[in-house]
């Protein structure tokens, strides 16, 4: 299907639906002789993984990783790496009421507009579950990523209406929101709680810092490093927007205040974001994505059935109640695979 590949030198192709045999992704322009096994990519799987808590979705899928190329003794060996995750723990059956209606918020009717077709189990294409096999590509750039000293942190800033108001990243893995706040996280947790057993979700904003990204990575004019990173988030289901450093913020404020000034020991302040004129400062890359609420809900909702007419819908079944925590690997490795492609183009460029 075209508009499944993503990067240039490292290149990411997606496949796979939530219903049919497998989900995957075939990785190209991997580096030869990186040490890589599928427990690096099974670590990340695993935090992507469905019913890690009661605010997540209770789906038992297991996302076990096959690598079925591109390795040779334990290393890369430059050809393309091929990793699979067959489906488990399907129940198709569970979609037999919506079969014919559309999901008020969900993919449903756009992809029966775009195909004449649509594959209602799980959703197909536009299923959570193809961020499995960007997750397992991310896990290769993310290794590739380490040798160059960056490093990828994302968190959930705010979920059900509650914001952190410390930083702590230690606290983030500790909690099942993965905020970096305790206190917020106990109260992002109850809430979450309270509206999946009122059968409705919530959305957040998920805050992502990648450290240690020298500058000059990124190309003008229409391949922006800004504009890369907000095509691959815009990417993922559910994200709705984007903003780097100050952000909207800087509406309201004075040219003056939001440059970043320098002193020969380095930027003062970061509004930018790690990011000017398209292409890396040096300092950290600072986004902030918004991630909407879970569409899936088991409130009463008006909506039309393929024929036009007039319905009511009410999604049963096993879904996230707070898209946040789990995206939070996903966002991690769009980033890596991006910043990979970026590091391979700039030393292209030099070569
Ligand atoms: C990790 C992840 C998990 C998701 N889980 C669900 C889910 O359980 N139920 C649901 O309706 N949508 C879920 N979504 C969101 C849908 O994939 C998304 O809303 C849908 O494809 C429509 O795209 P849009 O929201 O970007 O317009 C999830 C998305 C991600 C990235």
């Known amino acids: ?29 991997v580096t030869p002789g990186l040490e890589l096994e599928p427990a690096d990519i099974q670590r990340e799987l695993d935090r992507r993984k469905p019913g890690q808590s009661d605010v997540t979705t209770p789906r038992k ?3 076990e990783v096959h690598i079925l190329s591109g390795i040779f003794e334990g290393k890369t060996t430059g050809t393309p790496v091929l990793c699979i995750l067959y489906n488990k723990d399907m129940r198709p059956e569970a979609y037999d009421d919506i079969k014919n209606l559309f999901r008020p918020g969900h993919a449903d009717f756009t992809y029966f507009e775009k195909y004449g077709i649509r594959d209602y189990r799980g959703s197909g294409r536009a299923s959570g579950r193809e961020t499995a096999a960007r997750v397992a590509a991310g896990a290769i750039a993310k290794k ?19 914001g952190c108001t410390n930083i702590d990243y230690d606290e983030i893995e500790r909690n099942p929101m993965r905020a970096p706040d305790r206190e917020a996280a106990a109260k992002m947790v ?22 240690g990204v020298q500058p000059g990575l990124g190309d003008p004019v229409f391949e922006k490093l800004d504009a890369e990173i907000a095509r691959g988030m815009l990417s993922l289901g559910a ?8 952000g909207f913020s800087a509406a309201d404020m004075r040219g003056s205040e939001h440059n970043d000034w320098r002193e020969s020991g380095g ?3 970061n509004n930018a974001g790690g990011v000017l004129g398209g292409i890396s400062t040096g300092q950290d890359i600072v986004f902030r994505i918004v991630v909407k609420p879970t569409s899936s809900v088991a409130v009463v909702q008006k909506t039309i059935d393929i ?16 898209i946040c925590p789990r995206i939070i ?8 695979i991006i910043l990979e492609d970026q590091y391979k183009r700039q030393a292209a460029l030099h070569a």
């Open 61 to 63: 899928e297991t996302d």
């Open 307 to 322: 024929e036009g007419n007039d319905r009511e819908i009410r999604t049963e079944g096993r879904h996230d109640p707070c």
């Open 190 to 211: 109850e809430r979450v709680k309270a509206l999946a057993e009122a059968g409705d979700s919530t959305g957040g904003i998920v805050e992502c810092v990648v450290k």
């Open 239 to 246: 994200v709705k927007g984007i903003e780097f450093g100050a």
């Open 1 to 29: 299907m075209p508009g499944s590949t993503f990067g240039n030198l490292f290149r990411v192709t997606t496949f796979g639906e939530s219903h049919g045999g497998a989900v995957g992704v075939v990785v190209d322009g």
């Open 329 to 336: 690997p996903v966002v991690e490795a769009m980033v890596a």
């Open 144 to 162: 590739l990523l380490s040798r160059r000293g960056v490093t990828i942190i994302a968190y959930t800033l705010r979920a059900a209406q509650v």
């Open 267 to 269: 930027f003062l302040t």
